[in-house]
């Protein structure tokens, strides 16, 4: 029994099995770590090209605030034709409405988000795309738009007043396929990305 005591500690058979147990899931984490980071990185990726889209929608759309011109124009002289003077507090706009307290364009948001057809489908066509169609993680509390005043144009200009529009995303978060839910990182928030461009017609084209 002794004998056979002595070769069983000896004894090598499996050994390389349970190496590759132990190597093995250090392995696979090494994996999984690559995909997560590869995923996160087109969702970023993603992000930016939807706030980009988005902010040239909007130069060229109806305000997502009711009231805009008025409320920038508030503080014009009464003579036309001359320089657009003194500031006005910018406008956010966000799913729960317009801030300070303009009405919040619905149907002029739900295109700006989903597109003229209303849903999260690149493939679809003869329509115009939304933000969402480029990233589908985005909805429409992930928008936040703001106006200002640029200083641009002048008193009765019949287009309004030219203004600068910033598309920035708002509480997006990774969505991540393997490490998310295990190492607790679906919290982690994708940088806001503002994106700034110059309105146009702020007619609706879409």
Same mark, same amino acid.
């Given at each position: 029994?002794?004998?056979?005591?002595?070769?069983?500690?000896?004894?090598?058979?499996?050994?390389?099995?349970?190496?590759?147990?132990?190597?093995?899931?250090?392995?696979?984490?090494?994996?999984?770590?690559?995909?997560?980071?590869?995923?996160?990185?087109?969702?970023?990726?993603?992000?930016?090209?939807?706030?980009?889209?988005?902010?040239?929608?909007?130069?060229?759309?109806?305000?997502?605030?009711?009231?805009?011109?008025?409320?920038?124009?508030?503080?014009?002289?009464?003579?036309?034709?001359?320089?657009?003077?003194?500031?006005?507090?910018?406008?956010?706009?966000?799913?729960?409405?317009?801030?300070?307290?303009?009405?919040?364009?619905?149907?002029?948001?739900?295109?700006?988000?989903?597109?003229?057809?209303?849903?999260?489908?690149?493939?679809?066509?003869?329509?115009? &795309? =939304?933000?969402?169609?480029?990233?589908?993680? *985005? /909805?429409?509390?992930?928008?936040? $738009? %703001?106006?200002?005043?640029?200083? #641009?144009?002048?008193?009765?200009?019949?287009?309004?007043?030219?203004?600068?529009?910033?598309?920035?995303?708002?509480?997006?978060?990774?969505?991540?396929?393997? &490490? =998310?839910?295990?190492?607790?990182?679906?919290? *982690? /928030?994708?940088?806001?990305?503002? $994106? %700034?461009?110059?309105?146009?017609? #702020?007619?609706?084209?879409?």
């Amino acid at each position: 029994m002794v004998g056979r005591g002595r070769g069983f500690r000896r004894s090598e058979e499996g050994a390389t099995l349970v190496e590759g147990l132990i190597v093995f899931p250090i392995i696979l984490l090494t994996f999984a770590t690559f995909i997560e980071f590869g995923v996160a990185m087109v969702q970023w990726n993603q992000t930016v090209k939807s706030m980009q889209y988005g902010a040239r929608m909007l130069a060229v759309s109806d305000p997502l605030a009711v009231g805009l011109a008025g409320h920038f124009e508030a503080d014009y002289p009464p003579v036309e034709g001359g320089p657009i003077t003194g500031t006005v507090a910018p406008v956010v706009c966000t799913s729960g409405g317009c801030a300070p307290g303009l009405e919040l364009n619905e149907a002029g948001l739900d295109r700006l988000v989903f597109g003229s057809d209303g849903i999260c489908d690149p493939s679809a066509a003869g329509t115009r &795309l =939304g933000m969402c169609d480029l990233n589908g993680l *985005i /909805t429409r509390d992930n928008v936040q $738009v %703001t106006y200002y005043r640029s200083g #641009l144009g002048y008193v009765g200009r019949p287009s309004g007043p030219v203004v600068s529009i910033t598309v920035e995303s708002r509480n997006l978060t990774f969505d991540f396929f393997f &490490l =998310g839910a295990l190492l607790g990182l679906e919290t *982690i /928030t994708i940088p806001a990305h503002p $994106v %700034t461009i110059t309105s146009e017609d #702020l007619s609706d084209t879409i």
